[in-house]
């Protein structure tokens, strides 16, 4: 027999290979050469960035999130599971040795009729091993270890989102208590003048209309306090679940206008691609189904496997145990699988074209997210600068209107109207603050949290 017959047949099936799938066209990006909002922006992410605000409280708590955070733990167990799973995919570089023990008992009869029992033992230890002539095993394995690696760009997705969310939360939650002490003081302010107004209509100064103004001006701004109170409450409740706790009262640092806002990050469009964990995961994998789509490639072509076993017989019937042995190896090549193999084949393309446009998506979605974080900063400080004009503005106007109606020269719906020009531009202004910072916290978000920093 030709010895050159099977290394020539698995020349030949080898040649009956399905060609490889390009990549879609369309699933390519071209990174701008510039964002469209242009700000003064020279500093490095810090890894903690964070602490940039210069609150104590509010880095103790995103340091609490971290720690203690359950869909923190939740992927750090889906990447150990995926790591696992990688271990599993290596084992096959390795061959199998298993042991077994056979006994077995018979009573038979001889050639003369005599009956005789016997016993026999016979252990025997049997091993495997796949050749990986044509890449199919190292291909499941950059497969799960790539997994592996979107697994664990996932888990510092999740931490940065956890740390952008305790940072956000605790800076709308600042923003409700600025809100809520305007309030109160209006309060107080209002009930200081329903007690004048009180007094001057129970003196016969004034009419019943302006004291029924004033009343009802006060309970206008009481009605808002509750309902800043319900959502300061939520707040909370929904920082310290973020921290893995149960329902409690959050501590407080610093008040809302002495929150440090942290310089603009620096970094072009191109430099996204390496800053986000998020890209990083989508990148990781694609590349992750573009092994397993050459390992559904390679589950076409002939497959070589060697084993072999040795073992001892030990019986009642024999003088002395007898030593057993094999070694063999065997070429298996598909030839006949109704369909299966181009099923797979066609099922590997297709997660390699979703991963292929979800990496797309990804890398779209991350540009646009530092686009509105950048024009949002941008807006919100020139809203907070019209707004500090109005703020003055107003409260020289409610100057103005006070006097003129303590002297008797307006009514007091002028003052009024002042009052609530006023109240309505201060609770605007502290509303505008909090965003502002809450935009530099997802501009931070936006461009990667420092991910490319870490170590």
Known sequence: MNRRLPLLAMLALAGCTPPDRPPPAGAGVVAPPAWRTTLSATAAIDARWWEGFGDPEL?????AALANNPDIAIAAARVAEARAQEGVARAARFPTL??????TEQRALNALGRASTGTSLQPVFQSSYEVDLFGRISNQIAAARLSGDAAAAAADTTRLSVAAATASGYVTLRGLDARIATVRATIASRGEALRIARSRAQAGYTSQLELRQAEAEYAGVTQTLPQLELLA????DALALLTATPPRLIARGLVLDRLVPPPVPAGLPSDLLRRRPDIAQAEAALAATDASLAAARAQFLPALRLTGSTGEVLSSALPNPVGIWSIGASILAPLFRGGQLRGNLDAAAARRDQAAFAYQRTVL????????????????????RALET??????????????RYRAGYSPYLEQLDAQRALFSVELSLEQVRADRLNALVALYQAMGGGWGAVP
Request: proline share 0%; aromatic share 2%; glycine share 6%.
């Open 365 to 384: 979605i991350a540009f646009r997210e530092v686009e509105d974080a950048l024009a949002g900063v941008d807006r919100l400080a020139a809203q907070s």
């Open 233 to 236: 409450r939520r707040q909370e």
């Open 98 to 103: 298993d042991v077994g023990v056979g006994l």
């Open 390 to 403: 109005q703020r003055t503005a107003t409260a020289e106007a409610l100057r103005h209107a006070t006097n």
């Open 59 to 63: 880095t103790r708590l995103v340091t």
